[in-house]
């Protein structure tokens, strides 16, 4: 069974940074495309970055676009996401979420197949 784990959340200035890390485990993580989604309590979950199968195509968010680094090693079944220069707008439930197909996660297109539980990103002004 394919499970994900999120870790590396936490409280932190702005202009600060985070990385966020995303454990695949139960299968190889090189089949799927990987991405990353956040949310903010009362408002629609939001597409944030996604990596492809081998590592060598990104996609990204217009509001991450030059701050946030999506990347992944299939050898040790991770994917990372180097977040930078952050604002207290970035403030979220960042998501890990796995899909065979790479235009379910760039559409935020339900049902993608495998979700983390969530790690908390929390910007202060």
């Given at each position: 069974q394919v499970?994900?784990?999120?870790?590396?959340?936490?409280?932190?200035?702005?202009?600060?940074?985070?990385?966020?890390?995303?454990?695949?485990?139960?299968?190889?993580?090189?089949?799927?495309?990987?991405?990353?989604?956040?949310?903010?309590?009362?408002?629609?979950?939001?597409?944030?970055?996604a990596v492809n199968w081998s590592g060598e195509n990104t996609y990204y968010a217009d509001s991450v676009k030059g701050r946030f680094t999506i990347s992944r090693d299939n050898a040790k079944n991770m994917v990372y996401l180097q977040m930078n220069s952050l604002k207290p707008e970035d403030t979220a439930v960042y998501y890990c979420a796995a899909d065979g197909r790479m235009s379910k996660l760039l559409l935020n297109d339900e049902p993608i197949k495998f979700w983390g539980q969530g790690t908390q990103v929390t910007v202060s002004s």
């Open positions: 499970q994900l784990g999120e870790s590396g959340g936490g409280l932190v200035q702005a202009g600060g940074s985070l990385r966020l890390s995303c454990a695949f485990s139960g299968s190889s993580v090189g089949a799927y495309a990987m991405g990353w989604f956040r949310q903010v309590p009362g408002e629609e979950r939001e597409f944030v970055a």
